[in-house]
């Protein structure tokens, strides 16, 4: 019995050291946001005096409200759009077997290796010859863009793999349509890899800072990501209130993971089989 436990215990403790390597950059950075002005003492150690005044001062230094509140939107949209379109591309590619399909599925397989910013340049001069620049909607047609194949790919292969035929061919006897199996019968099936659509895409959505950058210039449609980088080069000094700035950057991602971290795991791992 020994023996069959020391991998397990092993891979327990493999678990905690990466857990730890990932925790520790959020307690430092926790522990200088609460510290008050004025407090020099170890980053590790956590205040004993906890102050809010950071986040305050760091939220109206920063103009956050704004530009999280375009973050919130474009993230919005993009994400139901990604699902909505995704999911609905995917079933037929997952359901029918034709050579056209195929050739359809692997070509999006093939553009999720190419890197996006290969695409820059001509973006930006279409963009720009459209009169789209400054706009919340190209920002979410980028997104959509560059999520979709992956969007498409995690809910073929969940198709594939864990619904089966016979629910379909069921509610087809009974005189369904297409769509009508598709919305009543496959998508409320398909929650564990929506939820993992959901943390994947509106991770990299609302971290995206490349494309932000080129397109949403203005000040009145940035976004979070371009908001923190002027207040980070202006308080260098500062680091109480970047923090402060980071934590309140991140607190809305953590809590939609939380919200859906137990459909996180089955939904990717089933939607990578047979994909």
């Known amino acids: 019995m020994g023996s069959i436990n020391k991998p ?49 001062e760091a939220w109206e230094m920063a103009n956050l409200g704004p530009s999280l509140l375009n973050t919130l939107i474009i993230t919005f949209f993009s994400a ?67 999520y979709m194949p992956l969007t498409i790919f995690l809910y073929a292969g969940f198709i594939r793999s864990t619904i089966p035929k016979q629910l379909e061919e069921a509610a087809k006897m009974d005189g369904a349509s297409t769509l009508t199996i598709f919305f009543k019968v496959v998508f409320p099936l398909l929650k564990p890899v929506t939820a993992s659509i959901l943390i994947i895409s509106c991770v990299f959505i609302w971290n995206d800072y490349q494309f932000a950058i080129f397109f949403l210039q203005a000040e009145e449609v940035k976004t979070i990501t371009v908001a923190l980088s002027s ?45």
């Open 231 to 275: 207040f980070f080069g202006q308080n260098t000094n500062s680091l109480n209130l970047v923090a402060a700035a980071a934590l309140m950057a991140v607190a809305p991602m953590v809590i939609l993971f939380l919200f859906l971290q137990k459909h996180f795991i089955e939904g990717l791992a089933s939607g990578s089989i047979k994909g």
């Open 80 to 146: 139901l759009l990604l699902i909505f379109l995704g999911s609905l591309a995917a079933y037929p590619l997952a359901r029918r077997n034709t050579k056209l399909n195929t050739f359809v599925y692997v070509f999006f397989i093939a553009i999720m290796v190419i890197p996006p910013l290969t695409a820059l340049v001509p973006l930006y001069q279409l963009v720009v010859d459209i009169g789209m620049m400054n706009t919340r909607t190209i920002a979410v047609l980028n997104n959509v863009a560059a």
């Open 8 to 56: 397990k215990t092993l891979l327990t403790i493999v678990a905690l050291v990466i857990a730890l390597y990932h925790l520790v950059p959020f307690y430092i950075l926790l522990t200088t946001a609460l510290k008050a002005k004025g407090d020099f003492s170890s980053k590790w150690i956590f205040p004993d005096r906890l102050s809010l005044d950071n986040f305050r």
